[in-house]
C-alpha cells in the first residue's frame, strides 16, 4: 500500500513535500556519518537458499538512491551497479528518487523479507470499493430507465424535455443553451411509466458534462434536427455512445441497442414524401458512423417528432417504454442496503450552502443518512426532488438535490453511503492523503529526467572545455544557471467561480489547450459561488483574472473588487462571449510584430574624416533624396552588392547631424548635409540612408 511512512522527524519532513533532499543528504544520511556493514555473499551460495533478512526499518514512500544504500547499509557504488543490472539505465546518480515499488524491487533483490509487507494497494480510484455492500440477488427490483438526451446545439433537446414535463425551461437559459446537466423524473403522458431523463448540453465548451451524460445513463436519445441532420457535435455525441453505450454489431448480434433516435422539427416538412427522403437520408449518414439503424441491419429506430406540436411523441414514449423492458432493468431497493448513486450537478447557494443533484443506482437514500463521494462526505440535512419538494426517501434511479455537504463534490463522482461519520471522514482523508502521495510520484519522474538532463549538460560542457583546452568565461556556477533559464511563455493567471460546478469544469477545459510558444493560460483556483476576499487576495499575490460564470449577484462582487480596484474581474452568462474575450486578452501578451515604415532616403554622396583631438573622426556626406531626413529615429543603411542585390550592413540611430557646421535635428529634400552614425564608420560612398518607422502589426492569438 502506498502510504506515507515515517523513519523519524526529518524523514516526515522529506516524504510530506519532497522538499528536504538537500536536507536529508547533509545530515542524517551522510555518508561520513555511518558505517557500512554489508557484506557480499560467499561463492556458491544461491540468494534462495540464504536466510532472509529482516526489514529493520520502515519503508518510504519515496527516497534518493543515496539515501537508500545508507538505509541498506550498503556502499553506494554496489547499490548502482545493481540498480544498472536491473536495468535502471546508465544515467544513475545519488540524487535519482526511487518510488516505494522500485523500493521493494532493490529490497527484494537484496534479499530483504517482505512477506510482512502490505502488498494490497489501495489508490485514489479504489480506495472506496471496501465500502460497497456485495450485490444482493434476492434484493433486485425492477427500477425505472435513465434517459440521456444528446445532440448538437439548439436541436431541441430542452425542448423535447419540456413537452415531457409540461414546463418551460430552455426560455430560462442564456442564449437558449442548456449551461449545465438538468436531470428530471417524469411519468410520460400515454402509458403512465415512470422515466429518468438527463439534458445534456449542446456547446462544444461542456464535452465532459456530456461524457458523464453518457456513462450514467441506461438509453440515449439521440436528437438529430431534420433540417441540419447530423452536425459536428452530433457526431461527438455518437462518438461518446459508441464508447460508452452497448450497440448492436456484427459480432453480438443478440444485444439489444441502448439508443433512440428522435428526428426533432418535423412540422417543418409537411410533405410525407420529403419527410420520408430526410428520414432515409438520415438513416444513411448514421448508418456511415457506424450505428446500427433499423432497416439497414440494425435496431436502432427513429422517430419523427415534433415537441412544439407534440406530433409522433406518443411514439418515442413507447420506443423509450418498450426498450426500458426488454433491457430488464434492476437495482437492490432494500432499506438495509447501503445506497449508492452518481453526482450530475452541484453548486454552493449563498442561502442553503452546498447543494448537488444526484441519481441514485442503488439501495434507498434517507434523510440523515452519512455518504461520502470523492474528496468530501454528507451528512443528508436534506433532500428535494427535481421540482423541489423536499422528500425523506430516495430509490434507484430517483433524482435528487441533497443538502449537507462539507465541501462541493465533483460532478460524475460515485458516492456510497456508509454507517458512521467518522468512516467517512477516515476514507476522504485517506484519499487525499493518497492523492497527494500520486501527486508526488508524477514529480518523480519530472525531478529524474531533470536531473539527467542537467547531468548531460554538464558532461557535454566538460568534453568541450577539455577540447578548446581552456575555460570558458569566468561565471559561477549560479551564473550559468541563470543564464540557461528559459523564461517560457508569458503565464496570464485566472481564477473561474462560477454557478456550478459543471460549468466551472468546462471553462477550465476550455481555457487550459489555449497556449503556444508565446503566451499560456494558467488556472490558478476554481470554486462554486461568488468571489470571495480569498479569491481576491489570490488574484492580487499571483496577478490574475477573476472569470465569473452565469454569477448573478453582481452588487456583491462589485462591493469587494472596489477594496481590489487593480484585480481585472470578466462576467459573462454565455460561453461563447467569455472565451472570446479571454482569446482577445491573450492576444495583448503576444510578443509584437513590427512592419517596417519608410520614412525618408538620403545618398551618401562620399566619406570625410577630421581630426577631433587627435581623434579621426569618420563623416558621411550625403544628400536627401526623398522625405524629410530627421536626427531622431531608427535608419538602415543599405549597400548594393556585387550581385545587384541590395543588403543591410547597419541599423542604428544617427549620433550627429549637421548642415554648413550648424548642429540641425532635420534636413528637407533635395539639401546636402553630413552626419555620423552609434557605433558604425563601415559606410562607403553609394550606400543609402533609409529613415525607418517601426508600426506595430495586429496580431491574433492561435492555440498551438
Not at 458512521?420 to 510520484?441: G, S, V, W
Request: hydrophobic residues 35%; aromatic residues 6%.
Amino acid at each position: 500500500m502506498i502510504k506515507a511512512r515515517s523513519i523519524n522527524a526529518t524523514l516526515q519532513a522529506y516524504q510530506t513535500g519532497l522538499k528536504s533532499l538537500s536536507l536529508l543528504n547533509s545530515s542524517l544520511f551522510s555518508t561520513s556519518q555511518c558505517a557500512y556493514a554489508y557484506k557480499s555473499p560467499r561463492k556458491g551460495n544461491s540468494k534462495k537458499h540464504m536466510q532472509k533478512k529482516k526489514v529493520d526499518f520502515i519503508i518510504p514512500s519515496f527516497i534518493t538512491l543515496s539515501n537508500l544504500a545508507t538505509l541498506m547499509k550498503v556502499k553506494y557504488e554496489f547499490l548502482e551497479r545493481k540498480m544498472k543490472f536491473l536495468q535502471f539505465g546508465n544515467n544513475l546518480s545519488g540524487k535519482y528518487i526511487l518510488t516505494r515499488e522500485y523500493i521493494e524491487l532493490v529490497l527484494d533483490e537484496f534479499n530483504y523479507d517482505l512477506k510482512n509487507e502490505d502488498l494490497n494497494i489501495r489508490n485514489s480510484e479504489n480506495i472506496y470499493e471496501e465500502l460497497r455492500d456485495p450485490i444482493q440477488p434476492k434484493n433486485l427490483n425492477p427500477r425505472p430507465p435513465l434517459i440521456t438526451i444528446m445532440g448538437h446545439v439548439d436541436h431541441g433537446k430542452t425542448t423535447l424535455l419540456d413537452y415531457l414535463r409540461r414546463t418551460d425551461v430552455v426560455s430560462g437559459e442564456h442564449g437558449g443553451i442548456t449551461q449545465h446537466i438538468g436531470a428530471f423524473k417524469v411519468i410520460t403522458p400515454v402509458t403512465k411509466s415512470t422515466l429518468t431523463f438527463l439534458d445534456t448540453p449542446g456547446h462544444s465548451a461542456f464535452l465532459k458534462m456530456r461524457e458523464r451524460g453518457a456513462k450514467t445513463t441506461d438509453i440515449v436519445v439521440l436528437v438529430v434536427d431534420c433540417d441540419d441532420l447530423v452536425m459536428e457535435q452530433t457526431k461527438e455525441a455518437i462518438k461518446h455512445i459508441k464508447n460508452n453505450v452497448e450497440l448492436q454489431t456484427p459480432e453480438k448480434p443478440d444485444v439489444t441497442s441502448r439508443l433512440v433516435v428522435a428526428m426533432s422539427k418535423v412540422d417543418k416538412i409537411i410533405d410525407k414524401r420529403m419527410r420520408e427522403k430526410k428520414i432515409e437520408q438520415l438513416k444513411l449518414q448514421l448508418s456511415n458512423l457506424g450505428i446500427p439503424m433499423e432497416g439497414m441491419g440494425g435496431d436502432v429506430p427513429v422517430v419523427p417528432i415534433s415537441a412544439r406540436t407534440g406530433e409522433n411523441m406518443d411514439l418515442l414514449e413507447e420506443n423509450l417504454v418498450l426498450l426500458g423492458d426488454v433491457l430488464d432493468l434492476k437495482a437492490e431497493n432494500s432499506p438495509n442496503q447501503m445506497s449508492e448513486g452518481i453526482i450530475i450537478e452541484s453548486n454552493k447557494d449563498s442561502q442553503k450552502g452546498i447543494m448537488a443533484t444526484a441519481v441514485v443506482k442503488r439501495g434507498i437514500l434517507k434523510s440523515s443518512s452519512v455518504i461520502v463521494c470523492g474528496n468530501t462526505y454528507c451528512k443528508v440535512r436534506r433532500m428535494d426532488d427535481d421540482k423541489s419538494n423536499m422528500v425523506k426517501t430516495a430509490s434507484p434511479s430517483d433524482v435528487v438535490q441533497i443538502f449537507g455537504w462539507k465541501d462541493v463534490p465533483v460532478v460524475g463522482d460515485m458516492f456510497i453511503q456508509v454507517k458512521q461519520e467518522k468512516i467517512a471522514k477516515k476514507y476522504t482523508n485517506d484519499r487525499i492523503n493518497l492523492i497527494r502521495e500520486e501527486q508526488e510520484a508524477e514529480a518523480i519522474g519530472g525531478i529524474n529526467e531533470k536531473n539527467f538532463s542537467i547531468q548531460k549538460q554538464h558532461r557535454i560542457e566538460k568534453e568541450e572545455k577539455r577540447k578548446n583546452g581552456h575555460k570558458r568565461g569566468l561565471l559561477n556556477e549560479d551564473d550559468e544557471s541563470s543564464k540557461k533559464v528559459d523564461n517560457g511563455p508569458k503565464v496570464c493567471n485566472y481564477i473561474i467561480k462560477g454557478d456550478v460546478l459543471g460549468s466551472v469544469e468546462a471553462i477550465r477545459d476550455c481555457l487550459i489547450p489555449l497556449k503556444n510558444k508565446e503566451v499560456e493560460c494558467k488556472i490558478i483556483s476554481q470554486s462554486v459561488g461568488l468571489p470571495s476576499i480569498s479569491d481576491f487576495e489570490l488574484a492580487k499575490t499571483f496577478d490574475a483574472t477573476i472569470v465569473c460564470f452565469n454569477l448573478k449577484n453582481d452588487v456583491e462582487i462589485d462591493n469587494i473588487s472596489k477594496t481590489y480596484p487593480e484585480i481585472e474581474i470578466k462576467k459573462h452568462n454565455v460561453i461563447y462571449h467569455l472565451l472570446e474575450e479571454i482569446t482577445d486578452d491573450l492576444a495583448t501578451h503576444l510578443k509584437p510584430i513590427y512592419e517596417d515604415k519608410e520614412l525618408y532616403k538620403v545618398n551618401i554622396l562620399k566619406e570625410l574624416s577630421y581630426n577631433l583631438k587627435n581623434k579621426q573622426i569618420k563623416v558621411a556626406g550625403c544628400k536627401v533624396t526623398d522625405g524629410l531626413f530627421k536626427k531622431t529615429g531608427l535608419v538602415s543603411v543599405r549597400r548594393t552588392s556585387s550581385l545587384g542585390m541590395v543588403v543591410e550592413v547597419y541599423s542604428g540611430k544617427i549620433s550627429t547631424l549637421k548642415r554648413n557646421a550648424d548642429d540641425v535635428t532635420e534636413v528637407n529634400k533635395g539639401v546636402e548635409c553630413a552626419c555620423t552614425f552609434d557605433n558604425f564608420t563601415d559606410f562607403k560612398e553609394g550606400d543609402i540612408i533609409v529613415g525607418i518607422e517601426k508600426t506595430p502589426i495586429k496580431r491574433h492569438f492561435v492555440p498551438a
